[in-house]
């Protein structure tokens, strides 16, 4: 089975499965912000993610795919540009995670943050996003299609669920992908330890 298939009929499995658990969370009367609402991760799909065929739109307005990393290791992770609680501690994380790496290897690695918001995160907000938080040329910000997106997140572990007031709940994940496009590394959660995967790094670069 090819891999974007059996990515297919994960997706359907989990959006099965939100199906039923969105009720019980609406149903509490909460709002859902903040760490309580963070949603469990997943594993990562085995496959490339240059496999996926599916085309992203830059904070430049640019138009390319996944395969554009090819040859270079990256990290990647997902976000959305007007989250106020989880995105912005994640994308501190990956900061500190990215001047580790220059420190040991001498040079900055590449970072891919992809959109949850297929409606609202065009490149010019994703732009200003990047300007807010002073993120230089090694980071490249993506925003795309609902359904490349869903794809990209199941290989990526990463689950996500938009709820009624336009806000996501989501996992907080960042990866480090090989020069093929493999996911090598993973660090779940917010301040977690990062060294294992500068050590793979180290080891891939």
Sequence with gaps: ???QTRIKLI???ITFGFSFGCDDQNSSGHHH????????SSDAAQGSLFDLGSKWTTESNQTIT????KGSLFIISMFYATCQSICPRLVADIGQLSKKIAEKTGKDPRIVLVSFDSEKDNPAVLSAYKKKM???????LLSGKEEDIRM????LGINYKKISNGEFNHSAVYSLVSK???VVSRIEGIGSNSDALIIQYQKLK
């Excluded at 912000?33 to 469990?40: C, E, Q």
């Excluded at 996944?66 to 990393?69: D, G, H, P, T």
């Design 1 to 3: 089975m090819k891999f």
């Design 33 to 40: 912000h903040g760490d309580d609402h963070v949603l469990a």
């Design 134 to 140: 002073n993120l230089n040329e090694n980071w490249t």
């Design 180 to 182: 093929e496009g493999m």
């Design 152 to 155: 990209l997140s199941v290989v």
């Design 11 to 13: 997706i359907l499995f």
């Design 66 to 69: 996944l395969k554009e990393f």
